[in-house]
């Protein structure tokens, strides 16, 4: 009898799981950016360093499988900020985003923090779907980065 499979939510580990982080980069969140290509050039350069400013996540369907999905963020005191999150394609819609959603902000719950804040960019309507499911809410509009900041208190 097949069963629902659970997810394994874990902390990253660079080594192992940045490969796979990296591909998610940049196969579900760079094609969305209405960056130019030097400003995202930039940022990928950053991103070892992104990574260890915050807190990062892991979704693996087994615990010796490659990452599906991954969530960073960083605390500021009562405020989560969720820098990134990307689920692969066929991972998509079997609860892994929002087991990383789950997770991340119990941990912010844990340390105090009362808000949690993300930005969408404007064309993700799948990713705009996910976070108002979750209780964000679109608080203001950036025109000049093309994206939606969204909010959720608890």
Not at 56 to 74: K, L, N, Q, W, Y
Not at 94 to 117: H, I, N, T, Y
């Amino acid at each position: 009898m097949e069963g629902r499979r659970s997810e394994i939510i874990r902390y990253r580990h660079p080594g192992l799981d940045d490969p796979a982080i990296v591909q998610l980069i940049e196969t579900q969140l760079v094609p969305l950016t209405h960056l130019k290509p030097k400003e995202v050039e930039v940022i990928r350069k950053d991103m070892p360093a992104r990574l260890r400013r915050g807190v990062t996540f892991v979704a693996c369907r087994d615990s010796g499988e490659a990452p599906v999905g991954f969530i960073h963020f960083m605390l500021h005191g009562e405020l989560m900020y969720i820098d990134m999150l990307a689920v692969a394609p066929a991972a998509q819609r079997r609860r892994f985003g929002a087991a990383l959603m789950e997770q991340a902000e119990g941990f912010a719950r844990s340390r105090g923090c009362r808000l949690a804040k993300v930005m969408v960019d404007a064309g993700n309507r799948k990713g705009l779907r996910f976070y108002h499911k979750l209780g964000y809410q679109i608080i203001r509009t950036h025109s000049t980065s093309h994206c939606y900041e969204l909010e959720k208190t608890w």
